[in-house]
């Protein structure tokens, strides 16, 4: 039975075209779901820390996107889904730490 590489190559393509975008994470939900595991703030105004970090750390991707490399991101954006709260604070510093390591 021959194989194919023809699965290979369009699993591959596929890895490098979702790693071309910055992903779309629900922040809300996931803010929400980190905050009901911490205490202290109140639960409001630490989803708004929470949310307003995000989004800063979401501008800041998507102002260096270009800059990190294919496989950084193949390697940091599947480990956002363990544990499912995703975060682009996470992200960015997965991202950050592989550059620096270079």
Excluded: H
Excluded at 5 to 14: G, H, K, N, R
Excluded at 47 to 60: H, I, P, T, W
Excluded at 64 to 93: D, H, M, N
Aim: hydrophobic residues 40%; positive net charge; contains cysteine.
């Amino acid at each position: 039975m021959p194989i194919s590489i023809f699965p290979i190559i369009v699993s591959t393509q596929l890895v490098v075209a979702v790693a071309d975008r910055l992903p779309a994470f629900d922040i809300a939900r996931s803010c929400k779901l980190d905050v009901a595991a911490t205490t202290g703030l109140s639960v409001d105004q630490s989803v708004k820390s929470c949310v307003n970090d995000e989004n800063k750390a979401r501008q800041q991707l998507a102002s260096r996107w270009p800059k990190f490399s294919a496989s950084s991101k193949a390697q940091c954006i599947p480990q956002e889904s363990i544990g499912g709260t995703p975060s682009y604070v996470s992200l960015l510093t997965c991202l950050q730490m592989d550059l620096w390591s270079r």
